[in-house]
């Protein structure tokens, strides 16, 4: 079946400072890949998505390509600021037999400090 | 403006005692989905449902039921809740059941506490 893994958190680090967090995944067919962001005491929110192999999503900052070869949508952003402190999940959906639901990662909590 | 909503946002309550958690979507989605997040597991989808009365079960659907008699509403019923029904449940909607084009929309979560 479909699943995602992504880096355990937390992650904590200082305003400017370069954020990755890792996520790989093991899909059927041709999934499409989403990050999701969730602030303290919010829903998730879609932060970025690509839908097919070698594209790059993009939002505020953040970038995560679609890696086919390596089965990975790492998410990147060159300097993060405080207001980027909240959960991120790694999500992937529309595979095989996953048509209807999105497959989440476990979420990576992140913190950034002045 | 478009939003999912919840209602309760919290609830405590007590094992047994049937509960209805209500949520509603203003932007006339034929998919909806319920989901539940647990610390450490991430969220897993417990209903879904493509259009007015057709529902399927997610991941993990025992001890729940739902329905959909109306497009805009799809209501999480937890007949005998038991305290591993303790979590955070959130609402989805999307346009369609096509995930890997759609965006799906999230309610802001209820959290259920179940003594």
């Known amino acids: 079946g479909n699943s995602v893994t992504q880096m355990e958190g937390p992650v904590t680090l200082s305003e400017e400072a370069f954020l990755t967090i890792n996520c790989t995944y093991t899909?059927?067919?041709?999934?499409?890949l989403f990050w999701y962001v969730q602030y303290p005491g919010e829903g998730l929110q879609l932060l970025l998505k690509?839908?097919?192999?070698?594209d790059k999503g993009s939002n505020k900052g953040f970038e995560a390509t679609y890696r086919k070869e390596t089965t990975s949508f790492h998410l990147e952003k060159g300097s993060v600021q405080v207001s980027d402190s909240a959960v991120y999940f790694c999500?992937?959906?529309?595979?095989?037999?996953?048509?209807?639901?999105?497959?989440f990662g476990k979420g990576t909590l992140l913190t950034v400090n002045p | 403006e478009a939003q999912v909503t919840q209602n309760p946002r919290y609830l405590i309550t007590v094992t047994g005692k049937k509960l209805t958690v209500t949520c509603s979507q203003n932007?006339?989605?034929?998919?909806m989905s319920w989901y539940r997040q647990d610390p450490g597991l991430g969220l897993r989808q417990i209903y879904y449902s493509m259009n007015v009365e057709v529902t399927d079960k997610g991941d993990v659907p025992e001890g729940y039921k739902v329905s959909r008699k109306e497009k805009r509403n799809f209501p999480l019923i937890l007949e005998s809740p038991s305290p591993n029904q303790t979590s955070l449940y959130f609402c989805?909607?999307?346009?369609?059941?096509?995930?890997?084009?759609?965006?799906?929309?999230f309610g802001p979560g209820t959290r259920l506490t179940v003594l």
């Open positions: 690509a839908t097919k192999a070698d």
């Open positions: 989805a909607s999307s346009r369609s059941g096509t995930l890997n084009t759609d965006t799906q929309y």
């Open positions: 999500a992937l959906g529309g595979s095989g037999g996953s048509n209807y639901k999105l497959t």
């Open positions: 932007m006339n989605h034929e998919y």
């Open positions: 899909a059927t067919g041709y999934p499409s």
